[in-house]
Structure formats: C-alpha cells, structure tokens
C-alpha cells in the first residue's frame, strides 16, 4: 500500500501562481507512472498532466504552457507547478500514481488540495 500527502494550493488572483505537491508514504520500487487530476463541482475528474515511466509528460490542452508537472524519484514524490492561473482552474486538485509490477498495477490517489483562482 502507497499513501499519497499532497500539500500546496489555496487561494490567488488571476494571473498568480500556485504550486503542489505529493509525496508517497514509503519507497517506490517499481516503475509507476503519475498523473495530476482536477474536479469542480458536479464534473467528472479530468487529466491535468501525465508522467510516464520515462518521465514523458503530457499536458492537457487546458494547461499546456502555464502548468509543468515533475517528478524526484528520490523522493517519491510528484509535483505540479501551475502559472498563470485562470479563474476556470479553479478545482480540487488530485495526484495519483499507477505502481505496475509486471502485468498488474495498482492505483493510489492523494486526499485532493483545493486550488481557488479570484479576484
């Protein structure tokens, strides 16, 4: 089992910055691919960025060029860095990871941080 603690988020006025950033509970020895959701209210969850195992990141076209997703593998830990933030960002923020060990895999999400664009 992985728990994932998320920090970071809040409050900003368009145009500001925010970062997050998740953080599993013990070692990650296998490959595990990773990825940043958002929700709003009565929507489904929708895929922010991902991170391949080769550290291949892909952007929805919402966020391409404001947000940049990353990953420490010391670490075992993920982050998303988010500029230029826009009052439609606004969401609960969810990072999850996908662990794969050989043809299984196993999913793990983070509690979710609340991210608030406002003038």
């Known amino acids: 089992q992985v728990q994932l603690a998320q920090s970071g988020g809040g409050t900003v006025h368009p145009g500001g910055s925010l970062s997050l950033s998740c953080e599993a509970s013990?070692?990650?020895?296998?490959?595990?691919?990773a990825a940043w959701y958002r929700q709003t209210p009565g929507n489904t969850r929708e895929v922010v960025a991902r991170?391949?195992?080769?550290?291949?990141?892909n952007y929805s076209d919402a966020v391409k060029g404001r947000f940049a997703a990353s990953r420490n593998r010391a670490k075992n830990a993920i982050y998303l860095q988010m500029n230029s933030l826009k009052p439609e960002d606004t969401a609960v923020y969810y990072c999850?990871?996908?662990?794969?060990?050989?043809?299984?895999?196993?999913?793990?999400w983070g509690q979710g941080t609340q991210v608030t664009v406002s003038s």
């Open positions: 013990r070692n990650i020895y296998d490959d595990y691919t």
């Open positions: 991170i391949s195992t080769y550290d291949i990141i």
């Open positions: 999850q990871i996908k662990v794969i060990r050989g043809l299984e895999s196993n999913e793990y």
